[in-house]
């Protein structure tokens, strides 16, 4: 018996993929929920210093900046897991039932070659070379390595998606019934319907399939 | 310079463009492609990488994060509902009246929430069926709500100046901010104007007027969510915050407003933030790996080359400015904002500052430029969301979308050679 490709089959959030992408899903959000309240507290914290008590923190505008580092690089690894960043459809929405997912997997290879080669390898050169240095922040004394560790930590993650989404991939290609929300193709009208009001920030909109329905994180 | 490297460059990044890579990944790998021809694969990746991380390295990046956040919290309740009531009885008498209460809450809507796309989307969605309803043409009014979404992009507090800050090396945010007001709302009442001629000639319903007393209350009642421009433009301008200071001072005013108004919970706040959270890491990227391309072009002396070549063309500063004004119009049309913004100024800001214009004033040209893009196939966000909330098809709402391109492009040549309109309010504050 064959199953109808568009509709998740509740046995399947049973199945590894589901529950090793949820997982990820999960950590990574709540880690980029603290990273987010932590930053909005801090710089509220550095406004409070200089107006309240007059005598302006010294931490809050480095550990600002490396916050929004993290934010960046960690959100940009779980953005890729939601397929939230930004593309051209053109030629995916032109394509058809096969076709969408050899162009998926032609498309993963790019963003995971980039993810392995300069965030993984790229960023984990840079990171023994601040510590060889011996390199420290000026107000924190943080290692500047630990700062840059979130280049190949969050490389890795984004490789680790590109591999789930390529073996789901293969395993559609096969016939074989979906296990991630996230690649089931949306209509145009659903996809019209799902987006968030607030996806951009700076004039422009994160084209995503939304599975947030499922969504575990939160 | 390498012709290959910038061959390299240009074929690998529109490649990867439409495959459909996503933009970041496209500029990012594209970069480490192009640098791998002229240094060792080692420090290759390093320097990309590096290039990545240093980027980032902002206190002013990090007001982008929070005024998406306290946008994200304003969006939560009746600010789109209040902001049109208080439109529709300012303008609703006006010859076709729902048009100009769309702009004029658009641009109302888009200041506060700094976002083109979240004002297509909040104020589209309310307008198009009480327009459709009153028996305006649906693609007419989405046509009308697309456009004048990207207004709040130029009226502060605005993010695309905020990262076109960055890429100058650090033009002032306030002065870009003050220089904003008076091109933004030149943008609306151009495309009000066209709206009203159009609905003349189409016949469209006015509204009753509306008693001063009722005008007053409505006013009221959307005071609170106006005032958080109050209080980060007032802050800014005053020297008393930073932007990122006052973009954080910002959630904090909005999301007790939220709480007052028990249109957000306790409950709410994980799914707030990490929703923020992600619309920050998307724009970052493309941050950090357009600074890897503008590091690398820098590095190929791409910007002296350009400069060259526009220059042996012509020496007329008239002739320049509507040479680099096309090719951004190209540009826009299919590529986002951000990354246009942040590879296009190291290149055409160094031959405006030689022809005498002012840095502040070129911002507002490139973010004015870029906003038609929005509102353009084949890649524009704004006309996606539009087009979506209104329930139609690209292909029809081309149509009544020309006339307000116009609007757009008349709007835009009025500010590129009348400096004053964006230098005059920066200046009467001093900067």
Known sequence: MRSDPSVLAPEMRRHPLYRTKAALDSVLGWFLVALMGLAVVNVLWQVTTRFVIGNPSSFTDELARYLLIWVGLFGAAYATGKRAHLAIDLLRTSLSGRGVHWHGLVVGLVVGAFALFVMVIGGAKLVSLSFLLGQTSAALRVPLGIVYLALPVSGAL????VVLFTIERLRLLRGLPPTLPVLMETTAEAYAENVDVNRDAVGETALLADDSPHDPAL | MEWLDVAVLAGTFFSLLILGVPVAYSIGASTALAMLLSILPGPAVTTVAQRMATGLDSFTLLAIPFFILAGQLMNRGGIARRLIDLAKSILGTLPGGLAHVNILASMLFGAISGSAVAAASAIGGVMAPVMEREGYDREFGAAVNITSSTTGLIIPPSNVLIVYSLASGGVSIASLFLAGYVPGILLGLMLMTVAGVLALKRGYPRDARTPIAEVGQR??????????????MGGIVGGVFTATEAAAVAVLYALVLAFLYREVGVADLPKILLDSAVTTAVVMLLIATSLGMSWLMAYANIPQTVTAALLSLTDSP?????????????VGTFMDMTPAVLIFTPLFLPIAVGLGIDPVHFGIIMVLNLCIGLCTPPVGAVLFVGVG???????????????????????????????????????????
């Not at chain 2, 081309?398 to 009025?414: D, S």
């Open chain 2, 318 to 330: 008239v002739a320049i400015l509507l040479l680099i004004n096309l090719v951004l119009l190209v």
């Open chain 1, 158 to 161: 984004i490789v680790l998606y």
């Open chain 2, 219 to 232: 006013f009221v009642s959307a005071l609170p969510s106006l005032f958080l421009l109050v209080v980060v």
């Open chain 2, 389 to 431: 909330v209104a329930k139609t098809s690209i292909t029809a709402v081309l149509r009544p979308l020309l006339p307000l391109f116009l609007a757009m492009v008349i709007a835009l040549l009025v500010v590129t050679f009348v400096p004053a309109l964006s230098l005059w309010l920066p200046h009467l504050f001093g900067y």
